[in-house]
């Protein structure tokens, strides 16, 4: 099992200034709120990077067309989004109407925690 992150955003430089940029000018109609609680200006916060690096599952980054790419049956899913991945398959854990109520970074990461729990529980 791995933990799948999912950016709502596209992969590169000029992407990624562009979506700094848009994330300050307008945050109301940015597209990816786990970009916006998980990244400042320049780079992933310490203590998101510090607790995703302590869970007990490898974690895997996908920006959405890496995403689609890869798991093609996940078309219909909203992003962003963070899930498991078990062969193959993708378990959404926090789909994007959660992770957009979940402005705090101590906020999700107290909800992935709970997650987690529920879904190695039923594992």
């Known amino acids: ?3 799948v992150l999912v950016y709502n955003a596209n992969a590169g430089i000029a992407a990624a200034l562009f979506d700094t940029l848009h994330k300050y000018v307008s945050p109301a109609t940015y597209q990816c709120s786990l970009c916006a609680v998980t990244y400042g ?4 916060h310490a203590r998101w990077r ?3 690096r302590a869970l007990p599952y490898p974690v895997q980054f996908y920006h959405r067309p890496d995403f689609r790419a890869a ?3 996940t078309a ?3 992003l962003p989004l963070i ?4 062969n193959g398959s993708i378990v959404p854990l926090l789909n994007a109407a959660e992770l957009r109520a979940l402005t705090r970074l101590d ?9 987690i729990a529920g879904y190695a529980d039923k594992a």
């Open 50 to 52: 510090d607790y995703l």
């Open 76 to 78: 219909a899913i909203e």
């Open 1 to 3: 099992m791995q933990l």
């Open 71 to 73: 798991f093609p049956d």
């Open 107 to 115: 906020d999700l990461m107290a909800a992935l925690d709970q997650r």
């Open 83 to 86: 899930a498991c991945e078990r």
């Open 41 to 44: 200006p320049l780079a992933m």
